[in-house]
């Protein structure tokens, strides 16, 4: 993951802040409402709350967040952010140190106003459920915030190829989290929400160490894009990956480096008031 983050060109991982800074301001329902409630699934150390509850406290009073996180260490690190943030000041919490599918099996309460996942449905056991459950925490007219690796950037095409070229099928890959918009979008399309989708710009990563033989961090780097603890140990499975990523398909080169874009989509669902 670090030799992912060094290989930033633009030096930072965080690409989709501003449009998702531009979507809660400009996409969500945010009007001043009474308990504003959030569902946050997959909250991580609060990082990405921060950038949301900064737009939506600039028109509520006071907000109420759950946040549905596994990790203990993250969620001691947001309790951490949210006593010293100013930004948290009039926001509540509800810690349910869970998996989502923990969280959802207990049956939901009260539904929300935002209902978000960023970048954290990779991890969830069935997607299809997760998206469902998230889908029914929400209240009738407002919106579910989805950001996910985009199918069509550099990299999203690279790993359809490459398990096509090992045979892997669509239910096999969806039981790993080599998860894309795509994959979203059908289970969206499969339950009749409707959604709409925005893209980031392309973020370059410099992978040239991929090609460096011996290089360590090229070898983390590698498995890191393809999602798969030492794939790079793989001499066969190496090729193989090394092939497909050098061809003009999926990488360019410049000035001597070569490249791949990674870029994001986010997919916001609004439920039609009944």
Request: glycine fraction near 6%; charged fraction near 25%; hydrophobic fraction near 35%.
């Amino acid at each position: 993951y670090n030799s992912y983050l060094k290989a930033h060109c633009s030096g930072s991982r965080q690409h989709y802040v501003p449009l998702l800074e531009e979507t809660i301001a400009t996409t969500v329902n945010i009007d001043d409402k009474s308990g504003f409630r959030v569902l946050s699934v997959g909250s991580g150390s609060g990082e990405t709350d921060y950038i949301i509850m900064r737009k939506i406290l600039e028109t509520q009073q006071s907000t109420h967040v759950i946040v549905v996180e596994p990790s203990a260490e993250f969620i001691s690190q947001y309790k951490e952010l949210s006593k010293c943030d100013p930004t948290f000041r009039g926001v509540t919490f509800d810690w349910h140190q869970q998996r989502a599918e923990e969280y959802f099996a207990k049956g939901a309460g009260d539904k929300c106003h935002l209902v978000h996942a960023i970048h954290v449905l990779y991890h969830v056991d069935n997607l299809s459920a997760t998206l469902k459950n998230m889908w029914e925490s929400l209240a009738d007219g407002d919106s579910m915030v989805i950001m996910i690796e985009s199918g069509n950037s550099d990299v999203g095409r690279w790993r359809l190829k490459v398990l096509e070229a090992l045979q892997i099928s669509t239910d096999k890959r969806l039981s790993t989290c080599l998860r894309l918009s795509s994959d979203v979008k059908n289970v969206l399309d499969d339950n009749n929400i409707e959604y709409s989708v925005a893209s980031t710009s392309p973020d370059d990563v410099d992978i040239t160490e991929c090609f460096n033989e011996g290089s360590e961090s090229g070898e983390f780097l590698l498995d890191f894009l393809i999602q798969t603890a030492y794939a790079s140990s793989n001499t066969e499975l190496k090729s193989l990956l090394l092939q497909y990523l050098k061809s003009h398909e999926f990488s360019t080169t410049v000035d001597d480096r070569i490249v791949v874009g990674i870029c994001t989509d986010v997919l916001v669902a609004p439920k039609r008031a009944t």
